[in-house]
């Protein structure tokens, strides 16, 4: 028998039988199953890529990535006017959600601030700065969380940011409130008066902003539609503006147009921001490695990170002369100046580019927080750890000493610790839907910012 006939033979005696029922498409099993199963997509990008197979994959991608949200205790608003693909902005809305979480308590140098259930801010702290607790004039210091009386406008607080001499509330309408001192126009008004009560951004009107950042000299924002926006002094390059003037009034970021930018972190010097692709963004002073480039240069307009390259990253945080970030698989990286142990490496040295703190290697880390000279991170398992400087007992470890490499805080054992934040000389705990926690640069420890 010839080599075709025999194929041909073994082909008919391996034909299906026409009683043989066909396989089952993908499409013929339960929506509720396959729903499910898109939503166990480790990204959102992962789950809006499967909408681009076939339009029939679309409305699953859409639940799909809404039970992805709500697994990680977070709920996703409507689509919203004027936003024509839903499975584009969900992807985006969620990437926001898990990078830049909203923070309901946040601590500055001299103070802290808080949001309660309904909404309404109330702060506590002491300082010489004339409205920095948002009291109004005669309300230097306040021993306990006391409530604002400033109604923003009728409107919910969803998440507040405190640096060193003002504060960013951020309301449910998209609406930005500042105060504090003005210095050099990071309260984002066109006046040069400190402000004493919180007043509403008014550059910002027509504008839905997401998320706020505050640092010491200058501000940052996002806009739904993922552009940054910076305003404050600009030296160093802070603003990333490609030049080193001030700014009064927000101004948007256009190096970063074509980018979704999904969170910000801005510190004393330099500022950070991550896109939709998992890519960091850093730029200003770049003293003591704190961009992340391999050096200590400047850097006037925003810079991608190369050195993170190939890793989706999740969640920046800044300090005075540092950085962390914080990746997909729960690993933690830090660069920038080493004093004190700062980046949590078991020495004092400097760090030009992004380095894993190995000490996490048997942990997932879900956020990070750093302050001037210390950091928090939060573990998968409700874990809190601190490292850095320790004095007046800002790590949690029951004494004032410094501590090189990530330690757990014992004292919430038996606890599940869901947030925390960072101060420059302090820190608090909260307690939102998810793990978050939120820091604030502004130390006097160090000051080289080229």
């Known amino acids: 028998m010839c080599r075709s006939s025999r194929r ?7 034909a299906p039988s026409p009683n043989t029922p066909p396989p089952a498409r993908l499409l013929d099993l339960p929506r509720e199953l396959l729903e499910r199963a898109i939503s166990r997509c480790d990204s959102p990008l992962d789950i809006a890529r499967v909408s681009a197979v076939s339009h029939l994959f679309h409305s699953l991608a859409e639940q799909g990535i809404r039970l992805w949200a709500h697994e990680r205790g977070f709920e996703l608003p409507a689509q919203p006017e004027g936003e024509s693909c839903a499975v584009r902005w969900l992807c985006y809305y969620a990437l926001l959600r898990e990078s830049n979480p909203p923070a309901r308590a946040a601590s500055g140098h001299y103070h802290s601030l808080f949001i309660d259930g309904e909404g309404r801010l109330s702060s506590c702290g002491s300082s010489n700065d004339p409205g920095l607790l948002g009291h109004g004039e005669g309300v230097p210091r306040l021993n306990t969380p006391t409530r604002l009386s400033s109604s923003l406008g009728e409107e919910r607080a969803v998440s507040v940011s405190a640096a060193f001499y003002h504060s960013l509330a951020l309301t449910a309408d998209g609406a930005v409130w500042s105060w504090g001192r003005r210095h050099e126009g990071q309260l984002g008004h066109d006046f040069t008066q ?68 999904v969170a910000v972190s801005a510190g004393a010097h330099h500022s950070l921001a991550l896109t939709a692709d998992g890519a960091v963004w850093s730029w200003g002073g770049g003293g003591w490695g704190r961009l992340g480039h391999g050096d200590a240069q400047r850097q006037l307009l925003p810079k991608k990170i190369a050195a993170l390259a190939g890793w989706r990253v999740v969640a920046v945080s800044v300090g005075d002369n540092h950085s962390l970030a914080v990746t997909a698989d729960g690993a933690v990286w830090s660069w920038g100046s ?57 790590l949690g470890h029951g004494d004032a ?50």
């Open 8 to 14: 041909l033979a073994s082909a008919s005696t391996t």
């Open 194 to 261: 400190a402000q004493l009560l919180p007043k509403k951004i008014e550059a910002f009107a027509g504008r839905r902003v997401v998320a706020v950042s505050a640092g010491s000299y200058h501000s940052l924002a996002i806009t739904a539609d993922g552009s940054a926006w910076s305003w404050g002094e600009g030296s160093f390059g802070r603003l990333g503006h490609g030049n080193t003037q001030d700014q009064l009034l927000p101004k948007k970021v256009e190096s970063l147009a074509g980018q979704r930018v």
């Open 338 to 394: 080493g004093a004190y142990g700062r980046l949590g490496h078991g020495d004092a040295q400097r760090q030009l580019l992004p380095k894993k703190i190995e000490a996490f290697a048997d942990q997932r880390v879900a956020a990070v927080s750093a302050a001037a000279s210390h950091c928090l991170a939060l573990t998968a398992d409700g874990a809190a750890w601190s490292w850095g400087v320790g004095v007046s007992g800002r």
């Open 401 to 450: 000493q410094d501590q090189l490499l990530p330690k757990k805080v014992e004292a919430f054992a038996g606890r599940r610790v869901v947030a925390a934040s960072a101060g420059a000389g302090h820190n608090k705990r909260a307690r939102p839907r998810r793990g978050s926690l939120h820091g604030s640069a502004g130390g006097n420890d160090e000051r080289r910012a080229t």
